[in-house]
């Protein structure tokens, strides 16, 4: 075995997709011979040609319409927004043509393009460079929205998202872009909509996805080894489609369910994921669903970041909410979805 | 207001007055044609003053960079001129709208070194008072204040203002739509901005070739009406001249301006960059024999309205300086966590204030477990 980085396999998954395919083209704004500001096309061009992955004019709406003209005669697209806020200008051509292209034309034309999109903070970066921008995309429909946070998925899922007839956005949480596991590559890929159990447990169940696994599986850990408390951990990795049936399963076996996203809370993934557990579960439900989230401001400089990122504590605190006598007491339960414990 | 295509086509080559070797060369004549004068030796001396300053502050942020004062920095050594010229051909009451590489062209402008560093630092985004100092927050999505300066200059006219607003914008961002819809508002609204393209050659590691078929910038204000302009951007005394010329026209009520400035990037994107994979060691030599700072003060020299003693004055001035912004980039920012509660709104929502009231409570929660793992994390977050 050997240890491979999530950005390896990322590059990887190109690569053999590329092989496998001569109209799977990779696009974006320093992707060539700089192999993009992450490194993830890193020797793309050099091994596959100009043609294939493409410096392209910094234009973001540009690239999005291009890459949509280009999968109407057949190509497939895989395009780089090389931030995630640096997609916003390329919103218009995602949401109203390459989500919608398919149902416009009754089927005629299908849009089977990759926009990946390195997310999240945590890294240090100045504004613009840290949003969690999943929330505008799940909204959208006709569109996947995929997000690994292991190495062996970044490989599987970007090959079948490459492969998939449909849109994807894949978010690629960039705080584990250097993350490291033993793998060797290729891996079997797994279908699109499949989340994964990354820790049994059998008191509680924490949903979460992309940068905040990690996070979750610390809490996980922590509230083991001092409280006792057994949480199963759920990792989505992809967020339309909607894993029910992993979530559902676990949630009625539990009994309890807290939902963690880096994203601003109001309004996101988390919601649709509680709404969601309420209404399928709610007779197993020992407690409430309650979120973890950002906070609902715009992404803070790095000097703040920690002040609102959510981290173990956060999660502890918030498991620690969902009532572990019989007696429902739902007075802490903070609108919003926050731990409000004043 | 309709114009003949010969006011809006640039001259067919960039406008210079000074050679690479600081001596005079004949203007073209179609600059000539323009009206274009060599300017004054005080002005000129104004401009090498403020280019050697800037310099010296850029230095200065690139070593900030190093020590992790900064979380990033983008250099502009090289593109001195396109700095600072712009600035000084501005009034009092002008507005500038620059991007987060045009750090030398604020501290010009007057603003704090600190302010400015504040974006790049990581600490709150806006170091300065826009107001106060008539300087829009410097701009990291591309393009996007080529817009603003449209509106404002629109705006500043309707109220009277007699200002200009004058947006610096890279070579790379010209491809953004916000570019384009930017000059058409202001050519369709006759308003008095100033576009100044610091074309450097790359965008990040994309070459001007990549970006573009014209064979220059310059030619894109043609389709919109406005009139344009190119100059040799190394050269300290065509920037003044041209920009000048430029904020003429749009303060006299004649439109917006297009002006390409042919420059280089001297050091990387950003600390963060690795020329070396886009670009070879020659090519970076070639224009290391540009310099805008020594081809003026070569000129100012040899025409005897600049000797040793005053060089060495700007550059004591220049250390000067650059010791005051390096004690104090180096006091830590105090950083409030509550602070983040503020600005969201005028007046906070009811979630908000439920979410400040969470952190309060883990702050407080974090400061009362003194041997508590947080603890660190929270002194260094206050102090
Ligand atoms: C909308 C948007 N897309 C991408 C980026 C990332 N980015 C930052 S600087 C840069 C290159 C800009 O090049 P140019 O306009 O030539 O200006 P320069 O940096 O050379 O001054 C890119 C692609 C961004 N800041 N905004």
């Known amino acids: 075995m050997s240890q491979t980085t999530f950005a390896q396999a990322l590059n990887r998954a190109m690569r053999d997709a590329m092989t496998q395919d001569p109209d799977v083209i990779v696009m974006g704004e320093d992707v060539g011979a700089l192999g993009g500001v992450f490194r993830i096309t890193d020797g793309l061009t050099r091994d596959f040609g100009e043609d294939r992955c493409i410096d392209t004019p910094l234009a973001e709406a540009g690239i999005a319409g291009f890459a949509v003209g280009m999968a109407m005669q057949g190509f497939r697209p895989v395009i780089e927004m090389q931030f995630d806020a640096f997609g916003y200008p390329a919103f218009e051509q995602v949401v109203s043509h390459i989500a919608k292209l398919r149902n416009r034309t009754q089927g005629k034309l299908a849009m089977p393009i990759v926009i990946r999109m390195p997310y999240a903070g945590g890294i240090g970066g100045v504004e613009h460079h840290c949003d969690s921008s999943e929330g505008y995309y799940i909204h959208t429909p006709g569109l996947h929205v995929v997000t690994p946070s292991t190495p062996a998925d970044a490989y599987s899922l970007l090959r079948e998202s490459i492969f998939s007839d449909d849109p994807v956005v894949f978010m690629e949480p960039k705080p584990l872009y250097w993350s490291k596991a033993d793998l060797d590559l290729p891996v079997g890929t797994e279908p699109i909509g499949r989340a994964a159990v990354r820790r049994e447990g059998a008191d509680v169940t924490l949903i979460t996805y992309g940068p905040q696994v990690p996070t979750a599986l610390k809490a996980a850990e922590v509230a083991a080894a001092e409280e006792d408390w057994d949480v199963e951990v759920i990792d989505l990795r992809t967020l339309v489609p909607f894993d029910d049936a992993t979530v559902q399963t676990s949630v009625r076996k539990t009994g309890r369910a807290v939902v963690l996203a880096e994203a601003q809370g109001f309004g996101g993934m988390g919601a649709e994921i509680a709404a969601r557990v309420q209404e399928r579960c709610f007779h197993s439900l020992a407690a409430p669903v309650l979120r973890v989230s950002g906070l609902d401001m715009p992404y803070p400089p790095p000097k703040l970041e920690h002040t609102y990122l959510p981290g173990v504590d956060r999660v502890l605190d918030t498991i620690a909410r969902l009532q572990w006598d019989d007696e429902p007491d739902l007075t802490h339960a903070g609108a919003g979805g926050t731990a409000v414990t004043v | ?383």
Request: proline share 7%; aromatic share 6%; with cysteine.
């Open chain 2, 1 to 383: 207001m309709t114009s003949d295509i010969a006011d809006l086509l640039p001259c067919p080559e960039p406008v210079r007055f000074l050679a690479p070797d600081g001596t005079r060369v004949e203007l073209s004549e179609q600059a000539a044609a323009r009206g274009y004068a060599f300017p004054e030796p005080e002005e000129l001396l104004a401009v090498w003053r403020a280019m050697v300053l800037g310099r010296r502050f850029d230095a200065q942020s690139t070593a900030l960079t190093k020590q992790g004062r900064l979380a990033v920095y983008p250099s502009s050594r090289g593109q001195d001129a396109c700095q600072v010229a712009p600035i000084l051909a501005l009034e009092e009451q002008d507005w500038v709208f620059p991007t987060y590489r045009d750090s030398m062209a604020l501290v010009t402008r007057g603003i704090d070194p600190v302010g400015v560093l504040t974006l790049l630092r990581g600490d709150w985004h806006c170091g300065y008072d826009p107001q106060a100092t008539r300087t829009a927050p410097q701009c990291t999505p591309l393009a996007t204040q080529a817009v603003h300066a449209a509106g404002s200059a629109h705006a500043l006219d309707r109220r009277g203002a007699d200002a200009v607003a004058l947006c610096l914008i890279g070579d790379g961002a010209t491809s953004e739509g916000d570019f384009h819809e930017g000059l058409n508002f202001a050519a369709v609204f006759n308003t008095p901005t100033v576009y100044l393209v610091q074309n450097n050659k790359y965008a990040i590691s994309v070459p001007l070739a990549k970006q573009t078929k014209a064979p220059t910038l310059a030619y894109k204000g043609i389709g919109y009406g406005v009139r344009s302009e190119q100059v040799d951007g190394n050269d300290p005394a065509a920037v003044l001249a041209v920009m000048q010329a430029a904020c003429r026209h749009a303060r006299e009520g004649k439109g917006p301006v297009l002006v390409e400035a042919h420059t280089y990037r001297m050091e990387a994107h950003t600390n963060a960059d690795d020329a070396t994979r886009y670009r070879t060691p020659d090519e970076v030599d070639e224009w290391t024999g540009q310099d805008p700072i020594v081809r003026l003060q070569t000129w100012l020299v040899a025409e005897g309205h600049l000797d040793e003693e005053q060089i060495e004055q700007v550059r004591a001035e220049a250390e000067e300086q650059a010791a005051d912004l390096r004690d104090r980039m180096n006091l830590e920012p105090v950083v409030e966590p509550l602070s983040l509660f503020e600005h969201v709104y005028a007046e906070p929502t009811p979630q908000l204030l439920e979410q400040r009231a969470m952190v309060q409570t883990e702050l407080a929660g974090q400061a009362a477990s003194a041997d508590s793992p947080g603890q660190d994390a929270m002194e260094e977050s206050t102090r």
